[in-house]
T-cell receptor, first 113, second 115 residues
Framework: KAGVTQTPRYLIKTRGQQVTLSCSPI?????VSWYQQTPGQGLQFLFE???????NKGNFPGRFSGRQFSNSRSEMNVSTLELGDSALYLC????????????FGPGTRLTVL | SQQGEEDPQALSIQEGENATMNCSYK?????LQWYRQNSGRGLVHLIL?????REKHSGRLRVTLDTSKKSSSLLITASRAADTASYFC???????????????FGQGTILTVHP
């Protein structure tokens, strides 16, 4: 079974731009979660989607948004990029989300200049 | 905020030795998971232990969970150089079903295994 895939793997943007990251979950998994990893803050939860509905959201500004499609693929968008948004963005999928093992993708490394 | 606190922050051992990492958390949980991360790459799931379990084994890994002390430990036996990585514990909090997908991670333990 193919793992979680994320595209692109690396991205360089400038302040003020917006970016869209994509995540394809493991086949059959309906829950997709997104995390931001930085050296200072560690791994922080962004949001979780299940059957195209956002069920949970972390403590991030409204510039961070996401969506999930009917095939469970998910995208996250960051608008008006700031230098502090430079991070590794990880997506994880699970069968149902709550109480299940989460399987992570390789991440997208975003650098904001 | 980081619910899990891991100890030690860094661990350096020789190949063949055992490595033990500890994790403490603050709220009640549904389960606790351990992940490995190699140098800024994605997280690899190692093992999940549920709140009603006390010990679990997987290959060279042994995980214990003490819900009364809100702590867990990960033991890697007979370490190899390939085990060099960061190890994170992550908790799925028992929040009445509203914690969908939200794992709370510790800051991690950096393990270095010298050949």
């Amino acid at each position: 079974k193919a793992g979680v895939t994320q595209t692109p793997r690396y991205l360089i943007k400038t302040r003020g731009q917006q970016v869209t990251l994509s995540c394809s979950p493991i086949s059959g998994h309906r829950s997709v979660s997104w995390y931001q990893q930085t050296p200072g803050q560690g791994l922080q939860f962004l949001f979780e989607y299940f059957s195209e509905t956002q069920r949970n959201k972390g403590n991030f500004p409204g510039r961070f948004s996401g969506r999930q499609f009917s095939n469970s693929r998910s995208e996250m968008n960051v608008s008006t990029l700031e230098l502090g948004d430079s991070a590794l963005y990880l997506c994880a999928s699970a069968r149902l989300g709550h109480t299940d093992t989460q399987y992570f993708g390789p991440g997208t490394r975003l650098t904001v200049l | 905020s980081q619910q899990g606190e891991e100890d030690p922050q860094a661990l350096s051992i020789q190949e063949g030795e055992n490595a033990t990492m500890n994790c403490s958390y603050k709220t009640s949980i549904n389960n606790l998971q351990w992940y490995r991360q190699n140098s800024g790459r994605g997280l690899v799931h190692l093992i999940l232990i549920r709140s009603n379990e006390r010990e679990k084994h997987s290959g060279r890994l042994r995980v214990t969970l003490d819900t009364s002390k809100k702590s867990s430990s990960l033991l890697i036996t007979a370490s190899r150089a390939a085990d060099t990585a960061s190890y994170f514990c992550a908790t799925d909090p028992n929040a009445g079903g509203t914690s969908y997908g939200k794992l709370t991670f510790g800051q991690g333990t950096i393990l270095t295994v010298h050949p």
